[in-house]
């Protein structure tokens, strides 16, 4: 499997359409043929289905392309890394999340860094998938920002707390329910609920789901597998859902803790022993804003 390979069939898989892939990758059409049938019968399995006139991907493919995208984003940032060593001014740090919803958190750690540290340049990897965790055991990511229940402890890793979040009932702002200060589990019992199964929801909040939906009839219960899906389901008013409190919500929508569950501790990740100067930096100032914040 070479980068070619990955690239071409990043290309169809995302546009759907080998012509315009080709025109991407300024390679011809049967250049890029060539390289997904090599891919393809390297792994042993059909990624894409392709008529004269459509292309889709197969369950496969689907599965695949999270992990091709993974594979190029690390080559990417090694590529990054080794352009900007020579740049004393310019030093690059590879700084992970799993979801959209921990940019909110990033972000205010990134605010004291930018002040504190101009001369770091955060690559920030928004990947919502397993493979986050690979980047990080084997060096390609420098820090990891996440839950601490959904990343495997090693004894080589070590985990500095941020902030507890509470779980959170995501309502519209229509609901009756809005302007309760807590709810229970009783008071959520019947309601309609959405569900997501996806590796951006932290494993508590998504067992929380499935032990009310567990208890609904068929047409009461919704599933996705995207947290905006989910978001934009709940503001259609197709029910309620549970997440971890979300600052940045909007207005048409309203998190209500929820009593009885205890909260989520968010941090961050990081390797023993690590030796590059600026991320003990950043550990520092981030350590200081845990700090302030309990």
Request: negative net charge; contains cysteine.
């Amino acid at each position: 499997m070479n980068t070619e390979q990955l690239e071409s069939f990043i290309q169809v898989a995302e546009n759907l359409n080998f012509a315009r892939a080709a025109e991407n990758l300024n390679i011809t059409q049967s250049a890029v043929s060539r390289q997904i049938h090599s891919l393809e019968e390297e792994l042993g399995t059909k990624l894409l289905h392709r008529t004269t006139r459509v292309v889709t991907l197969t369950p496969s493919g689907i599965l695949f392309l999270e992990d091709a995208k993974a594979v190029m984003g690390r080559i990417n940032s090694a590529t990054t890394r080794i352009q900007n060593h020579e740049a004393a001014h310019v030093q690059v740090l590879s700084i992970g999340c799993g979801n959209e919803a921990d940019l909110d958190l990033v972000g205010r750690v990134m605010v004291h860094c930018r002040k504190k540290l101009p001369e770091l340049h955060p690559f920030i990897r928004l990947i919502p998938h397993k493979s986050i965790l690979n980047l990080l055991y084997q060096g390609d990511l420098d820090i990891l920002f996440g839950f601490e229940d959904d990343i495997p402890a090693k004894e080589n890793m070590i985990y500095r707390e941020l902030a507890q979040i509470p779980l959170c009932c995501i309502l519209p702002a229509s609901h009756p329910l809005v302007g309760e200060d807590t709810l229970d589990d009783e008071a959520l019992f019947g309601l309609p609920m959405i569900s997501c199964d996806s590796y951006s929801i932290p494993s508590r909040a998504a067992n929380l789901q499935n032990y009310f939906t567990k208890r609904l009839p068929a047409d009461q219960t919704y599933v996705c597998d995207n947290m905006q899906v989910l978001l934009m389901l709940v503001r259609s008013g197709y029910g309620c859902s549970i997440l971890p409190r979300i600052s940045q919500i909007g207005l048409d929508l309203v998190c209500i803790p929820i009593s009885g569950h205890p909260p989520l501790s968010y941090g961050f990740f990081y390797k023993d022993g690590t030796v590059h100067p600026l991320l003990k930096k950043m550990i520092s100032i981030v350590k200081e804003i845990s700090m302030t914040q309990s």
